[in-house]
């Protein structure tokens, strides 16, 4: 692999041959960033994952009122735990990103919140970087869950010498874990363990210190709640974020 000196545009152009993994927010087309917008216009290939398991790709839903007349690719990737299907696929979107590039195209692969959070993109850059120059490959930060979250609670994540961590609640006892070493807990994907985890922050007395929403920032479909049981029975959806307030630290 050979390495260039990357080359900066001061209004964000998108470059010829050049990939961009553009973090587009949680849902709403106004939370994306201005470069964001720019490099989604001026692209000539525009990449939308969606899952397998659906017919439509929310990263498209969010940037629709930016498209133009941009080649529009939807890579259709495995929702599974199985890390061979997963490089596989996402190889196989690298090969055609590395031969676009070598054409002289500029490609956006738009990616839900930001790029190097429980990103696909996370996938595809290391798929992309034995394939393409160092200096073509760019990744422009987005809005998070994590941030998003926590602008609608209105409660700071953290404050003074506090801790905060963040993780999937797909295992709860390293959650529980995870309560006994931070003062605030940030849990993404942990829709179908809102059950689970209502008990679990009831044994521990934070029942009530807990903030859950679901499809943030998505018009029609968000959900706020601190009341997990209640949330259990409605069966929340895959994209719920949950942060727990376990205590404050303080200056020592």
């Not at 195209?105 to 696909?120: E, K, R």
Request: charged share 20%; aromatic share 6%; with cysteine.
């Amino acid at each position: 692999m050979t390495t260039e000196k990357p080359q900066t545009n001061v209004m964000g152009k998108a470059i010829a041959g050049h990939f961009y993994a553009v973090g587009v927010g949680p849902g709403a087309p106004d939370l994306l960033t201005l470069r964001a917008v720019n490099l989604i216009q001026s692209a000539d290939i525009i990449i939308t994952p969606r899952s397998a398991h659906t017919e439509v790709s929310l990263a498209r839903q969010i940037i629709e009122p930016y498209l133009q007349n941009q080649e529009i690719i939807e890579p259709a990737y495995p929702m599974e735990r199985n890390l061979d299907k997963t490089l596989q696929a996402w190889g196989q979107v690298a090969e055609m990103i590395a031969e676009r590039s070598q054409n002289g195209q500029s490609i956006v692969q738009a990616t839900l919140g930001d790029p190097l959070f429980y990103s696909t993109s996370c996938y595809l850059l290391e798929q992309l970087r034995p394939r393409l120059p160092e200096g073509r490959i760019h990744i422009v930060p987005g809005i998070s869950a994590m941030q998003t979250v926590a602008a609608l609670s209105g409660e700071g994540l953290t404050l003074q010498e506090d801790r905060l961590m963040l993780m999937t609640a797909h295992d709860l006892n390293e959650v529980e874990k995870a309560l006994t070493c931070c003062e605030t807990l940030v849990l993404y994907k942990c829709g179908k363990k809102i059950g689970d985890l209502a008990t679990l922050l009831e044994r521990h007395g934070l029942a009530n210190q807990a903030f859950l929403v679901c499809y943030a920032e998505q018009e029609g479909k968000q959900f706020i709640t601190q009341d997990l049981r209640a949330a259990a029975d409605g069966k929340p959806g895959y994209l719920a974020t949950a942060i727990i307030h376990v205590g404050r630290r303080g200056w020592k």
